[in-house]
């Protein structure tokens, strides 16, 4: 079991940069793969990115592509998202999540535990 807690959210203008953070604690953080998606007002939880239990794949929506990176330093059972450029289409509750392969996934459905959520707006 991996417990989940974000930080790092605010409120930011556009073309802006933010880094958000992912805690982990449990015993199996290092074998999991790890992922970030977002959830806008009335929309759909989506994914945003997904990074290997040892850091070696990574993947991202195309909507990100180029101005978010992922990253994770398994010494700390931390992941990152450093995220630049960032437009107001980018508002929304940002959610780190473990998943059930070591891979990652673009798949919510593959993922098994999730963090609070932290709330990351761009204003325009």
């Known amino acids: 079991q991996v417990q989940l807690v974000e930080s790092g959210g605010g409120l930011v203008q556009a073309g802006g940069s933010l880094r958000l953070s992912c805690a982990a604690s449990g015993r199996t953080f290092s074998t999991n793969g790890m992922g970030w998606f977002r959830q806008a007002p009335g929309k759909e939880r989506e994914f945003v990115t997904a990074i290997s239990w040892n850091g070696g794949s990574t993947f991202y929506a195309d909507s990100v592509e180029g101005r978010f990176t992922i990253s994770r330093d398994n010494a700390k059972s931390t992941v990152y998202l450093q995220m630049n450029s960032l437009k107001p289409e980018d508002t929304a509750v940002y959610y780190c999540?473990?998943?059930?392969?070591?891979?990652?996934?673009?798949?919510?459905?593959?993922?098994?535990?999730w963090g609070q959520g932290t709330q990351v707006t761009v204003s325009s």
């Open positions: 999540a473990a998943s059930a392969s070591p891979h990652g996934s673009r798949s919510r459905y593959q993922y098994r535990n």
